[in-house]
T-cell receptor, first 110, second 112 residues
């Protein structure tokens, strides 16, 4: 059974810092890995989708990487802003049921 | 934006009444899911569907039923609402293979 873990569980950084969120998974037979953000009281917004054949994807200040051999994905956020404050989730979309990571709560302070 | 909508967005109902939440998609995705999210908990799977008339239980299915008579619609029914079912409900969709999953905006249900 796939298990997806995110470290750290919570992170606070000052505005402008570059940061990395980590996602580890136990089963490397993965089709894709998707990163979402959830703002308080809101739904999940898709950020990036990485296919198993890809090593990374970029969108604006976000860059996500996937290393199947080591069972890891990272989400890199450049020049963080207060608007980046949210909970970030990585999700394995391989099986018929999505497997969610444990989440990282990010706070970007002024 | 992905074509997934939930209705209603907010609902207040009385204990013991039936409630139906609707999830509608325009992406023609095979898989549809219903989750609930409560403070201190992550998203918990209630039921999911892998095709028309094909559904299966998730980890918190007691007290809930679902139906999918068309590819685009997935209904979640609380047969007799209880206060413990007060929650925010999210619908999600996912295609088969290497496609992107999307979530609805959520339905905030309060059972009084």
């Amino acid at each position: 059974k796939q298990e997806v873990t995110q470290i750290p569980a919570a992170l606070s950084v000052p505005e402008g810092e570059n940061l990395v969120l980590n996602c580890s998974f136990t089963d490397s037979a993965i089709y894709n890995l998707q990163w979402f953000r959830q703002d308080p009281g809101k739904g999940l917004t898709s950020l990036l989708l990485i296919q198993s054949s890809q090593r990374e994807q970029t969108s604006g200040r976000l860059n996500a990487s996937l290393d199947k051999s080591s069972g890891r994905s990272t989400l890199y956020i450049a020049a963080s802003q207060p608007g980046d404050s949210a909970t970030y989730l990585c999700v394995d979309g391989t099986a018929s049921k999505l497997t969610f990571g444990t989440g990282t709560r990010l706070q970007v302070t002024l | 934006d992905a074509g997934i909508t939930q209705s209603p967005r907010h609902k207040v109902t009385e204990t013991g009444t039936p409630v139906t939440l609707r999830c509608h998609q325009t992406e023609n995705h095979r898989y549809m899911y219903w989750y609930r999210q409560d403070p201190g908990h992550g998203l918990r799977l209630i039921h999911y569907s892998y095709g028309v008339k094909d559904t299966d239980k998730g980890e918190v299915s007691d007290g809930y039923s679902v139906s999918r008579s068309k590819t685009e619609d997935f209904l979640l029914t609380l047969e007799s609402a209880t206060s413990s079912q007060t929650s925010v409900y999210f619908c999600a969709i996912n295609g088969q293979g290497r496609t992107e999953a999307f979530f609805g905006q959520g339905t905030r249900l309060t059972v009084v």
